[in-house]
């Protein structure tokens, strides 16, 4: 008798891209990949946090190097994609938010919301898997989505119609890309705390609303992402595409 056995969550030979790799989800997603073995690349703007988080990862014993680059700026992306090595798995961890009443949305803030949530997730995908598809090498895309890519909530039209597209763009994806062996994927995070969630989980009202809708009673931290990561990224999720895993605590099981 031939006993299944469990495929690897190991992700070493791999190359990894990690947009937004600073801080928040996207520095949980770096570390994480470095420890299951992968190589990886920190894209962020700033060239000084790309340096302290590339040094802090070498203290650790983690392999891992940077490149300062505006996601938003598709030309530079793709010339830096064209230079490299072909990227086997992709994380869009950059994003942003801005919060309102729907009465006060204007198109400054529409704009620049999806142009990172949107569009710059969009455009990074499509250099990562031209080269894969270049190389005829199978890949791994994870869009960072959210849980308000699959509900709604007061002040976040605009965020929320960015995950929502998220979500719909992950499907078209793996639809058109399946034949080649390049899985799409999302990870939607409850509210986690970060830098980017600080202001408004300091607000009391806020906080407990939140806390109301997560049924296992706690916020997320960076650490509830970095196993699902993983898993999407490696061999262990080998027949896991188009679809969103939801790490929100219940939220969304109402």
Same mark, same amino acid.
């Given at each position: &008798? ?6 690897? #969550? ?16 996207? !520095?949980?997603?770096?570390?994480? !990949? ?52 072909? #990227? ?34 969009? #455009? ?7 080269? !894969? ?14 849980? &308000? ?46 830098? !980017? ?58």
């Amino acid at each position: &008798m031939a006993l299944p056995r469990t495929p690897s #969550f190991r992700l070493d030979g791999k190359r990894a891209l990690v947009t937004g790799g600073t801080r928040g989800i996207g !520095l949980g997603a770096a570390v994480a !990949l470095a420890e299951a073995g992968a190589h990886v690349t920190i894209a962020a703007r700033t060239a000084s946090d790309i340096e302290t988080v590339v040094s802090e990862m070498a203290a650790a014993g983690l392999e891992a190097e940077g490149v300062a680059l505006d996601i938003t700026d598709n030309r530079a992306v793709k010339t830096y994609v064209a230079d490299v090595e072909p #990227f086997d798995i992709l994380v869009n961890s950059a994003g942003t938010a801005r919060h309102s009443d729907f009465a006060d949305i204007t198109p400054a803030d529409y704009q620049a919301v999806m142009d990172v949530n949107l569009g710059a997730t969009i #455009f990074v995908s499509q250099a990562i898997v031209s080269r !894969l598809i270049e190389t005829g090498k199978s890949g791994s895309i994870i869009h960072i989505s959210s849980q &308000m890519g699959h509900v709604g909530g007061p002040r976040r039209a605009v965020y929320a119609a960015s995950k929502h597209a998220v979500e719909g763009l992950t499907k078209a994806m793996a639809i058109e890309l399946g034949p080649n062996n390049i899985r799409v994927n999302t990870v939607c995070p409850t509210f986690v705390e970060t830098e !980017l969630t600080a202001k408004n989980l300091s607000d009391p009202d806020f906080r407990s609303w939140v806390l109301s809708k997560i049924k296992l009673g706690r916020l997320g931290r960076v650490e509830d992402m970095m196993g699902p990561i993983v898993f999407l990224a490696s061999e262990a999720s080998g027949l896991v595409t188009g679809t969103s895993l939801l790490v929100d605590g219940g939220w969304t099981s109402e």
